[in-house]
């Protein structure tokens, strides 16, 4: 069996009240906790007189990133206001690896951030986990969890040579 390479994952997801993800990053960042809320500008004409105006909106509306390394109170974090919670799976907080926070800086920096579901970069499974695909060409297919990047899983059945890439929205946990 191979080995996976040892990626460290250390952004949490973090659930906050839609529209108020810069503010919140804002109180983290006052209370010594280091997060990211990706953004981008929008100029907008609004009012009677039609006057251009830049807003800052946010990349992910309800969600920031947490670096889960500077949290020391999580009871702190969660009594922050307009802060909901952690985004879970299986119980654990959901770890982003940095390799996509950095890739979405990127992307910001270079202008061509385009906003997305965060759904799309956590996964509801972890490697190991048994899933099956409820319908469509694979409807009744079985197998575990190899790997998942971004919102992508492979799936292995162990008789084809290589694994199977599904999106994590058309598998469901298999069920015993």
């Known amino acids: 069996m191979k080995h996976l390479p040892n990626i460290r994952a250390r952004w949490a997801v973090g659930w906050v009240q839609t529209g108020h993800e810069i503010a919140v990053a804002g109180r983290l960042r ?5 997060c990211y ?3 981008y500008e929008v100029l907008s004409r609004r009012g009677r007189h ?15 990133f947490v670096d889960y390394e500077s949290v020391v109170d999580e ?9 909901h919670h952690f985004r879970r799976n299986h119980g654990k907080v959901s770890l982003l690896p940095d390799s996509v926070i950095d890739d979405i800086r990127v992307l910001e920096r270079q202008g061509v951030f385009l906003p997305t579901s965060v759904e799309s970069l956590v996964s509801r499974f972890i490697v190991g986990d048994r899933v ?12 575990f969890v190899k790997e998942v990047i971004k919102g992508r ?9 290589h694994p199977v890439e599904f999106a994590d929205l058309h598998l469901e946990p298999e069920s015993v």
């Open 30 to 34: 006052r209370q010594g906790v280091d």
């Open 37 to 39: 809320c990706p953004s």
């Open 50 to 64: 039609r006057r251009a105006s830049r807003t800052v909106k946010a990349g992910y509306p309800g969600y920031i």
């Open 75 to 83: 009871e702190k974090i969660r009594n922050t206001l307009d802060f």
């Open 132 to 143: 099956q695909v409820p319908r469509g060409v694979f409807g009744g297919w079985r197998g």
């Open 153 to 161: 899983v492979k799936v292995d059945r162990g008789d084809f040579k």
